[in-house]
């Protein structure tokens, strides 16, 4: 495996289910590699193994695979700090304040009141949210909770970010200033991020490359760089040619995946 890499993935093959027979075959055979600092997508149809792949890289996939991975160098283990992990939920505790909800990976990670209050109050002022640190999630918006979400994986300042849809279940004006926000915090720093989405659109806006999967099993069918330049603004790219290029290419492999759909 390559010391140089944030994320090596070698012969990957992931397999559901009792025995050989019975069992489902997830990811087949999938091999990339992650340089720090890049920020890779993830696409494909549903079912083909792109959240079973994050899970795996934190340590969190209870079934045993083939092939090898390693982040930073290492193995994938629970609770690798080295890791910061987004859902596509919010999933914020209704009991806690934004402020409380941001500062709760720091709690884990046992770093000290004083300091992770205070870094939970800038990031949630990076992310628009500075003057609702006292409210609870049912006083926010599900576009504010995403942005209290955001702040609390950043907050961490894990080398490796792993989102899986973050936005997804936005409406498009959101979704929109989510990924302007998303890039601002990523540029920033430049940690490398695996970003799982079913938005080609998304996908093109923020990615350095993006490999494209097929149907389950999942397979990786295309691993393709997106050259525009940065710094990007989301909706300047939509009149942007070069885009929509991309996006075309990207539709093509998808609909190349998804024809040997298993129903």
């Known amino acids: 495996m390559d010391a140089a890499c944030a994320i090596e993935v070698r012969d990957l093959s992931v397999r559901f289910g009792g025995g050989a027979a019975a069992s489902v075959l997830a990811v087949d055979n999938a091999s990339f590699t992650i340089v720090p600092g890049e920020f890779v997508s993830l696409v494909g149809p549903s079912g083909c193994g792109k959240t079973t792949i994050l899970n795996l890289l934190t340590g969190l ?33 209704p009991w806690r304040t934004a402020l409380g909800n941001a500062v709760y990976g720091l709690e884990v990670r046992n770093v000290a009141k004083a300091e992770r209050k205070a870094r939970a109050r800038a990031l949630l002022a990076r992310v628009g949210l500075g003057t609702f640190s ?18 609390r994986t950043f907050v961490l300042d894990s080398p490796v970010f792993l989102m899986d849809e973050p936005f997804g279940a936005l409406d498009a004006q959101t979704k929109l200033q989510l990924e302007d926000v998303l890039m601002d915090l990523w540029s920033a720093d430049r940690k490398t991020v695996v970003f799982v989405t079913h938005d080609l659109a998304e996908a093109v806006a923020l990615s350095d490359r ?13 691993d393709v760089p997106i050259d525009l330049p940065r710094p990007r603004s989301i909706r300047a790219l939509q009149n942007d040619p ?13 609909e190349q995946g998804m024809a040997g759909h298993v129903h």
């Open 134 to 151: 006292d409210k609870y999630p049912k006083a926010l918006s599900h576009g504010m909770r995403q942005r209290c979400a955001l702040a």
């Open 210 to 222: 993006v490999i494209v999967m097929s149907a389950r099993p999942g397979r990786i069918l295309a």
């Open 242 to 254: 070069r885009f929509h290029t991309l996006y075309g290419r990207l539709w093509g492999l998808l």
């Open 61 to 93: 996939l209870a079934e045993t695979p083939e092939g090898e991975a390693r982040v930073l160098g290492k193995a994938p283990r629970p609770g690798n700090p080295d890791i910061a992990y987004m859902l596509a939920r919010d999933s914020l505790m």
